[in-house]
């Protein structure tokens, strides 16, 4: 199938999970995963209306941010955030949804509070208790939300997480309960209170069920653009 039939496909399914949960269809975002994806194929589904786009590498989304600068395109940087990244990140990014540690909002509060402007980000959480993963301990998210709170550039708007890798989906939909019982928490106790509205989980394996959990952000790239190149494949500059 072309690019532009999977994403017609995809947001079918983002409509028919958002009914069956009792919401609008606009109430989900797509945010489309462009990671080893070519300008040329990303350029496909901008055409077709998706301007919504997220990268993993800084690198990577930094070029094709370049590549794409004639496009109308919004991008979010949704892959793990070096702190000595921050300045090349914010040359692209209108959105940061993995921030996980104080000296990341810190340093993006002190390069934003510069360059005069604010930045829309996410608290990224670990819902599955993997070492592997990024993200705060669900426990940790109150004493970090109130530590943030004095970054004044950085404008939280929610939460995101990667659930457990695996057929299970108890366990998958356990991971985006935990989300969202986070985030139901973070807005009657934490400063930003009801701006903390957003739940970015779910991917391609699994983002109906995200959607049916209350996701409002979902992040897919492989359902629309096809498998992913093998590690060793050359795809894109390094």
């Known amino acids: 199938m072309t690019v532009a039939a999977n994403l017609e496909k995809t947001r079918a399914t983002i409509r028919e999970a958002a009914a069956r949960s009792g919401r609008a269809p606009d109430a989900v975002r ?3 995963v462009s990671k080893t994806v070519s300008p040329e194929r990303i350029r496909e589904a901008i055409w077709e209306g998706q301007t919504d786009l997220g990268e993993n590498k800084v690198q990577e989304g930094r070029s094709k941010a370049e590549a794409l600068a004639d496009l109308p395109v919004r991008w979010s940087m949704i892959g793990h955030l070096q702190t000595n990244k921050v300045k090349d990140v914010l040359r692209f990014a209108d959105e940061v949804q993995s921030l996980d540690r104080l000296s990341l909002a810190e340093a993006l509060d002190k390069r934003l509070q510069h360059l005069g402007r ?6 990224q959480v670990n819902t599955s208790g993997e070492a592997s993963k990024y993200g705060l301990a669900p426990q940790d998210v109150s004493a970090f939300l ?3 709170a004095a970054c004044d550039a950085i404008r939280p708007k929610g939460f995101m997480t990667l659930a ?3 057929p299970d989906e108890a366990e998958v939909r356990r991971c985006f309960r935990l989300l969202r019982d986070v985030r139901d928490r973070a807005r009657q106790d934490a400063p930003q209170g009801a701006a903390l ?3 970015s989980m779910g ?3 699994d983002y109906p069920w995200a959607i049916e959990e209350g996701a409002t952000i979902v992040r897919v790239g492989q359902a629309v653009f096809g ?3 093998l590690p060793d494949s050359h795809y894109w500059p390094s």
């Open 227 to 229: 498998p992913r190149p």
């Open 203 to 205: 991917m391609s394996g």
């Open 197 to 199: 509205a957003d739940l």
């Open 118 to 123: 604010g930045l829309d980000v996410l608290v």
């Open 146 to 148: 109130k530590d943030v």
């Open 164 to 166: 457990t890798f695996t």
């Open 30 to 32: 797509l945010v489309l």
